[in-house]
Structure formats: structure tokens, C-alpha cells
């Protein structure tokens, strides 16, 4: 079924009786936070999923406080989305929100936003463009967006000289870089 979140929807969310609810919250609203609650305060076992169109640590902070049992970047694949709905009903995907109580900041380092300064470190780690997208749970032109802003904010010219940039001011852990064997670990939920 479906309904609209804007109002109140606790008591038709215990008539529908779901097994699972997926509350769409493309800007981040307190409201929709509001709707995590109700619908976990009305039907026990029902799993409240947030598909989020923010999904920074204090989001997910946010999220978690509600009440949701698992938050979705609206990013993900329209493809995957079914896939992810129907193993976390299952309960066979498991990611932990990790300790995201405390509020994180939101810091922009040389005027990048968050999404940036990710694509400039993963950049600088020595991933191409589709293992970045793929990680990222983006398109490849979208990789490309981000780095032409980053390279315009940055005043580089390219990748090599984006990567330098990073590795000299410090924003890359070179410590945590997967090897040559290894795949990067993404965010993305695993299957227990």
C-alpha cells in the first residue's frame, strides 16, 4: 500500500498491518523522522525502513534514534532497491549503524562538500571512475560532476594533480588504501 507521509499515519499503518514499511525521505525532514516513530510505536514487528536522500552520520543518527531499522540512500539502483527491501524483511542483510549517538560535524574541507572531498579521497586512493561510482552507488557521470567541481574548487587540472593535492594536505589515509588484490569496503549492506 501506500500512503502519504506528511500527516499523521500511525493509525492506518496498523490497519494495513505491513510486515515492513519504507518511509521515502528525499530532504532529510524532522517530519519524516516523526512518521519513523509513530510507525514503530503503532504495529510492534513491523521493520521501518528510511530511503534517504542524506545520509551523513548525523542523519543516520537521526534515524537510528527514530526508530528505523535500516536507512537506503536514494541513490541505490532502482534494480537493487526490491532486492534490499526483500532481504532486510527477511532479515538475511545486516550493516550496523555503528556508534553515530554523537553529532558529527558536517565540515567542508577548501569548500568541498562531503560528496566531494569522498570522491576526491577515493581519487587520490587510486580508484577509477566506475569502481568509484560503483562504490559510491552512483552513475559514472555522476563521479564525473563531482570531480570537475572538485577540480574547479581545488584549482587543479586534473586527477593526478587532485590526488597530489589531497595527499599533501592530508585528507587521504594512505594506511587504510585496499591493496592491489583487494576491493575497496563500501557502505553498502552485506548478507549475513
Same mark, same amino acid.
Given at each position: 500500500?501506500?500512503?502519504?507521509? *506528511?500527516?499523521?499515519?500511525?493509525l492506518?499503518?496498523?490497519?494495513?498491518?505491513?510486515?515492513?514499511?519504507?518511509?521515502?525521505?528525499?530532504?532529510?525532514?524532522?517530519?519524516?523522522?516523526?512518521?519513523?516513530?509513530?510507525? *514503530?510505536?503503532?504495529?510492534?514487528?513491523?521493520?521501518?525502513?528510511?530511503l534517504?536522500?542524506?545520509?551523513?552520520?548525523?542523519?543516520?543518527? =537521526?534515524?537510528?534514534?527514530?526508530?528505523? @531499522?535500516?536507512?537506503?540512500?536514494?541513490?541505490?539502483?532502482?534494480?537493487?532497491?526490491?532486492?534490499?527491501?526483500?532481504?532486510?524483511?527477511?532479515?538475511?542483510?545486516?550493516h550496523?549503524?555503528?556508534?553515530?549517538? *554523537?553529532?558529527?560535524?558536517?565540515?567542508?574541507?577548501?569548500?568541498?562538500?562531503?560528496?566531494?572531498?569522498?570522491?576526491?579521497?577515493?581519487?587520490? =586512493?587510486?580508484?577509477?571512475?566506475? =569502481?568509484?561510482?560503483?562504490?559510491?552507488?552512483?552513475?559514472?557521470?555522476?563521479?564525473?560532476? @563531482?570531480?570537475?567541481n572538485?577540480?574547479?574548487?581545488?584549482?587543479?587540472?586534473?586527477?593526478?594533480?587532485?590526488? @597530489?593535492?589531497? @595527499?599533501?594536505?592530508?585528507?587521504?589515509?594512505?594506511?587504510?588504501?585496499?591493496?592491489?588484490?583487494?576491493?575497496?569496503?563500501?557502505?553498502?549492506?552485506?548478507?549475513?
Amino acid at each position: 500500500g501506500f500512503l502519504a507521509t *506528511r500527516r499523521p499515519c500511525g493509525l492506518a499503518v496498523q490497519q494495513a498491518c505491513p510486515d515492513l514499511a519504507l518511509v521515502d525521505d528525499p530532504t532529510g525532514s524532522a517530519d519524516v523522522l516523526e512518521r519513523v516513530r509513530e510507525i *514503530r510505536a503503532s504495529l510492534d514487528g513491523v521493520k521501518v525502513i528510511l530511503l534517504a536522500g542524506d545520509v551523513s552520520p548525523n542523519q543516520l543518527a =537521526a534515524a537510528q534514534a527514530a526508530g528505523a @531499522h535500516a536507512v537506503i540512500s536514494r541513490s541505490v539502483q532502482a534494480s537493487s532497491l526490491g532486492v534490499l527491501l526483500r532481504e532486510i524483511a527477511a532479515g538475511t542483510v545486516y550493516h550496523a549503524f555503528g556508534d553515530l549517538r *554523537r553529532e558529527v560535524p558536517e565540515t567542508r574541507v577548501d569548500g568541498l562538500t562531503g560528496r566531494e572531498l569522498e570522491v576526491l579521497r577515493l581519487v587520490a =586512493a587510486g580508484m577509477p571512475n566506475v =569502481a568509484i561510482a560503483r562504490q559510491l552507488w552512483v552513475t559514472e557521470q555522476t563521479v564525473k560532476f @563531482h570531480l570537475s567541481n572538485v577540480y574547479r574548487k581545488l584549482g587543479v587540472a586534473n586527477r593526478t594533480q587532485a590526488s @597530489h593535492y589531497a @595527499h599533501t594536505r592530508g585528507l587521504v589515509d594512505i594506511s587504510s588504501r585496499p591493496g592491489p588484490d583487494q576491493r575497496p569496503l563500501t557502505n553498502a549492506a552485506v548478507a549475513a
